[in-house]
């Protein structure tokens, strides 16, 4: 029986305060052919303290960082 898929590990390589501008930076990475993912709400939000997070693939992150400046 065949092995199913596995995703790689994500990492939060980045915690903005807004979805806006955490959709920014993955617009960006999708742009440049990183995958990612954007997770949590607002911080102006119920219970968005923890502010959005912007996941990678754990064998992309150095690229995305340089993507996004974060180098």
Same mark, same amino acid.
């Given at each position: 029986m065949p092995t199913p898929? *596995?995703?790689?590990? =994500?990492?939060?390589?980045?915690?903005? /305060? #807004?979805? +806006?501008?955490?959709?920014? *930076?993955?617009?960006? =990475?999708?742009?440049?052919?990183?995958? /990612? #993912?954007? +997770?949590?709400?607002s911080a102006g939000m119920e219970g968005g303290v923890a502010g959005v997070q912007l996941l990678v693939p754990d064998d992309r992150v150095e690229a995305a960082r340089i993507v996004l400046g974060d180098s």
């Open positions: 898929y *596995a995703e790689p590990p =994500l990492k939060t390589i980045k915690t903005y /305060s #807004t979805s +806006v501008e955490a959709d920014l *930076a993955r617009l960006a =990475l999708e742009a440049a052919g990183i995958p /990612s #993912t954007v +997770v949590g709400i």
